[in-house]
């Protein structure tokens, strides 16, 4: 297993990052200013980007495991590298999701609390289509958080 920081063409793992966001356009606004990591066996299995947002917080805005390589230990693996690697620069580390019950428990046994702020209607108003994840459809994008 080997995770390496992605420079140039991030594109070239849209397929992955569309399964973490769902619209390009909004991976738009966080893709060139994001480092970006993938995770890899033979083939590309997982993606990360995480972004800057001042104040000691580090984001993950993007975060997917390839369908057939879920609930074997990759995301987790990820956040886990993100958290060595961020060490010492950065007091937190922030995921922004929607309120899905397939994301925030993975988060939570990631070592992620609920922040308790949340940006209203998030999904409604920035997304073309309705968003569905776990079977529910999601509206405000929750943060959760973690001292690193
Ligand atoms: C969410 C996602 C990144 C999780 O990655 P993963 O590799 O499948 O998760 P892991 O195997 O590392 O799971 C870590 C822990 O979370 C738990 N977990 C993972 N998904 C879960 C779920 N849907 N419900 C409950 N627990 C879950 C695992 O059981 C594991 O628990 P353990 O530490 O006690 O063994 C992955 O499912 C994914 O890519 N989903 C689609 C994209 C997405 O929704 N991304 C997040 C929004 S940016």
């Known amino acids: 297993m080997e995770i390496t920081e992605i420079v140039d063409n991030k594109k070239q793992y849209l397929n992955l990052l569309l399964l973490g966001d ?4 909004m991976i738009d606004r966080y893709l060139d200013r994001g480092r970006m990591y993938i995770l890899s066996e033979k083939d590309v299995i997982a993606v990360c980007v995480v972004t800057d947002e001042g104040n000691g917080i580090l984001e993950i805005k993007n975060l ?3 369908p057939d390589s879920q609930r ?3 995301g987790k693996q990820l ?3 993100i958290k060595d690697t961020y060490r010492g620069h950065f007091h937190t580390l922030r995921a922004g999701t929607g309120d899905s019950p397939s994301t925030i428990p993975f988060y939570e046994k990631c070592g992620f609390k609920r922040s308790g702020y949340s940006i209203k209607n998030f999904f409604l108003d920035n997304y073309y289509h309705p968003v569905y994840d776990g079977g529910v459809q999601l ?3 929750v943060y959760l958080e973690m001292k690193i």
């Open 22 to 25: 769902e619209q390009e356009s």
């Open 64 to 66: 997917a495991v390839r």
């Open 72 to 74: 074997k230990g990759y």
């Open 79 to 81: 956040i886990e590298y």
């Open 139 to 141: 509206v405000d994008m």
